[in-house]
């Protein structure tokens, strides 16, 4: 087991699965409010997440985390997720109306044997 990591038992409450393209929202400390974005990937040896903004342009200056890449996207590959402010999963209807995700359960990871 790694020291620095808090072990998750049943005094912790899940909260949701993501998926590559699931809209998150997300504040660090840095940011003077919450951006949306869909998550890209994950790094379990960092604790972090990579994400893109779901914006062509970076309206806030707060924003500098992200940077823009080859496609002219803006992303942030490293952002560690246990200090941050604000995350939650996000959904988005056809009408562009933003809502928090409904719950859902925990889904098993299986074992390759």
């Known amino acids: 087991m790694i020291k620095d990591w808090v072990e998750m038992d049943e005094n912790y ?8 393209n699931d809209l998150v929202e997300i ?8 951006v949306l ?14 994400m893109e903004h779901l914006s062509h342009y970076m309206l806030n200056e707060d924003e500098l985390n992200f940077y823009k890449n080859e496609e002219n996207k803006f992303i942030i590959e490293s952002l ?12 988005i209807s056809v009408l562009g109306e933003v809502k928090d995700a409904p719950k859902c359960k925990r889904e098993g990871v299986g074992n390759k044997s």
């Open 13 to 20: 409450e899940f909260c949701f699965c993501l998926y590559p």
């Open 27 to 34: 504040q660090s400390s840095k940011m003077q409010k919450p």
């Open 37 to 50: 974005g869909l998550y890209k990937s994950s790094n379990a040896s960092k604790a972090s997440i990579s």
């Open 80 to 91: 560690g997720v246990k200090t941050l402010k604000v995350f939650r999963k996000k959904t």
